[in-house]
């Protein structure tokens, strides 16, 4: 295993409105991009219960991306707004009990912003590529693993 | 505690209360909550050092009062507490009459005497001893010697550690967990009718005491109160584990306090920080 090449997973929330239309655009614009990201889909960032990012990395994600409409876009009109103001805490409680917060990514992508979401994706591949896997919840899962007799 | 047992019977005489929440001497002298419905059980009310208990965890918990309104005898941490549950449209301020106590700060271990080593960490920092807030005001104030905040050294110490030894620190210290919710039961601003730990249909947070699901449970703990925690450490007092949970709710106050200058509880009127937004927040962490 260990002579494996580490191939990160990231999970990434999406908005349904913007961030998931512009990954469907770089699809439908056939703009290449790195398949380590899987996606879910949510109504909004507001949506995104910091349990989510917590059960993500719990579950074995090495990289969390969370993206949603620009500012005053949101198709809720505050939803975002909302939700920024939650992440300033949970990015800093995160670091603070040890999960660098620097695995955990946001960003504003709109639904014409294919490119954007590309480049995107590939950056929080290959920065999380380069961090390595995250071992914390690795090592507590082998602790309620049932033996196999 | 004369004046309070005065103001407490005069409350009573005059119909104005259906009952009080205070402290009072069980058999053994030890300081337990006591809730009075007449003016003959005022009779057993004290304040002491030995009144650690938050009483405002009550206001949301007891069925409401059959006529009159409730009254509450309250330190200055406390009065913080009940003015968070007003913020938050929890309880009415006109539901409510606060009996301030001037509080000369209380004990850390219950059951040992009084003394500099032996006083709560959170009297170190204390702006309240002479609550902000309330509709009648007993007690004087004492000077008091206070002890040295370990606390502090912990935090500048965790802060300077890298992510993998705080990880380390903080699963040395989960471990412990049993998952008993006393921190919840305790805390005055936990007054979700179901806690997000309880639901089951997803489970998001394992509700067996591995230390997986405790450190999602605490860290979810301390991200619903942040913002919102007034630092009474009630939840670190109850914790049978010893889990020293001040340390994350506070620094969870320092974000609030560096990053919106807020602090809560301190103003009846001021809107809550979670649940409202600015359109300027800060947002240099997104991409």
Redesign the interface.
């Known amino acids: 295993m260990e002579n494996e090449k580490f191939e990160p997973k990231i999970v990434a929330f999406v908005c349904n409105w913007c961030t998931y239309t512009g990954a469907d655009l770089a699809g439908t614009s056939r703009l290449k991009q790195q398949t380590n990201a899987r996606l879910i889909r949510v109504p909004c960032t507001g949506r995104i219960d910091p349990v989510f990012i917590i059960k993500a990395f719990e579950k074995g994600a090495d990289g969390v991306l969370v993206s949603g409409c620009h500012p005053n876009d949101c198709h809720y009109n505050t939803g975002n707004f909302h939700a920024r103001r939650r992440w300033i805490f949970f990015r800093q409680l995160l670091d603070f009990v040890g999960i660098d917060s620097s695995r955990l990514y946001f960003s504003w992508v709109s639904a014409s912003e294919g490119k954007k979401w590309v480049d995107v994706v590939d950056g929080v591949i290959n920065s999380v590529r380069e961090k390595g896997p995250f071992n914390g919840y690795k090592k507590l899962n082998k602790e309620i693993e049932i033996p196999v007799k | 505690m004369k004046q309070l047992i005065d103001i407490s019977k005069e409350l009573f005489e005059s119909k104005q209360v259906g009952y009080i929440i205070g402290y009072a001497e069980d058999k053994f002298k030890r300081v337990k909550p006591f809730v009075a419905y007449s003016s003959l059980d005022t009779e057993r009310f004290v304040f002491n050092n030995n009144s650690v208990n938050n009483l405002a965890v009550y206001l949301t918990r007891l069925p409401k009062a059959k006529e009159g309104k409730i009254g509450i005898v309250a330190k200055g941490c406390d009065i913080k507490s009940i003015i968070a549950l007003i913020q938050e449209n929890q309880i009415k301020r006109d539901d409510v009459i606060i009996i301030g106590v001037n509080c000369n700060s209380v004990v850390n271990q219950i059951d040992e005497q009084f003394s500099k080593e032996n006083t709560a960490i959170k009297c170190k920092y204390c702006q309240v001893r002479t609550p902000a807030h309330y509709d009648y005001l007993v007690g004087e104030i004492k000077e008091v010697e206070l002890p040295e905040d370990k606390n502090f050294a912990i935090m500048q110490k ?1 802060d300077s550690m890298s ?9 040395a210290e989960f471990e412990k967990c049993v998952k008993c919710y006393a921190c919840r039961q305790v805390c005055p601003l936990c007054y979700c009718e179901q806690c ?1 730990v309880d639901k089951s249909m997803p489970r ?2 394992d509700s ?1 005491a ?3 699901g405790n ?2 449970w605490n ?2 703990r ?2 619903h109160l ?2 919102r925690c007034i630092g009474c450490n009630e939840c670190e007092r109850a914790c049978p584990a010893e889990i020293p949970l001040s340390l ?1 709710n506070r ?2 106050g320092m ?2 306090i560096n ?1 919106f200058n807020y602090r809560h509880g301190t103003d009846i009127n001021q809107p809550t ?7 300027n ?3 240099d ?3």
């Open positions: 965790l992510a993998e030894e705080k990880w380390n620190f903080w699963e997000i998001w947070i067996s591995t230390t997986k450190f999602a860290m979810i301390a991200f942040s913002g994350l620094k969870m974000v609030a990053e920080l979670i649940g409202n937004y600015n359109v927040d800060k947002e962490f997104i991409m």
